[in-house]
């Protein structure tokens, strides 16, 4: 349930940052939204599988694992319905780098020592290298 909290806290930033991506630029927008989708698929087994695992069913799991991806869309609207009044070229910036923070915080602060607790060092890698292959995949890409 930690783990569902965090990362529901997690989504709304993305969120955020794909909705101010799309006002600046649909092509931006849609290659943040491919990269977010890909790392949700992880984030969700990594929701619902322990609570499966923990007798609670696969409803249960599924349930609270897409509540956790809720927050997304929220903000995603936030950023539509409420930057997109005022927003300048200086105001995406800093909403990334606003976004950019909160997500590296929680990366450092959560999501890294909790895969170094699990003693799973070479999972860890391989997602951080994966990831960050996909990301710079779909810049080249898409220009």
Do not use: D, W
């Amino acid at each position: 349930i930690l783990t569902a909290i965090a990362l529901g806290v997690h989504n709304f930033p993305e969120g955020l940052a794909m909705g101010v991506a799309v006002l600046e630029s649909a092509q931006y927008g849609f290659v943040l939204m491919i990269a977010i989708a890909l790392h949700n698929i992880p984030e969700g087994i990594a929701v619902a599988a322990p609570i499966q695992a923990g007798n609670g069913g696969k409803m249960k799991a599924t349930g609270i694992a897409m509540l956790t991806g809720l927050t997304e869309p929220l903000g995603a609207l936030f950023a539509l319905l409420v930057l997109g009044s005022f927003l300048t070229p200086l105001m995406v910036g800093i909403s990334l780098a606003f976004v950019g923070g909160i997500m590296t915080v929680v990366s450092c602060r959560e999501l890294i020592p909790q895969a170094i607790r699990q003693n799973r060092p070479k999972h860890m890698i391989v997602g951080i290298l994966f990831g960050s292959s996909v990301m710079q995949m779909s810049l080249v890409l898409l220009g």
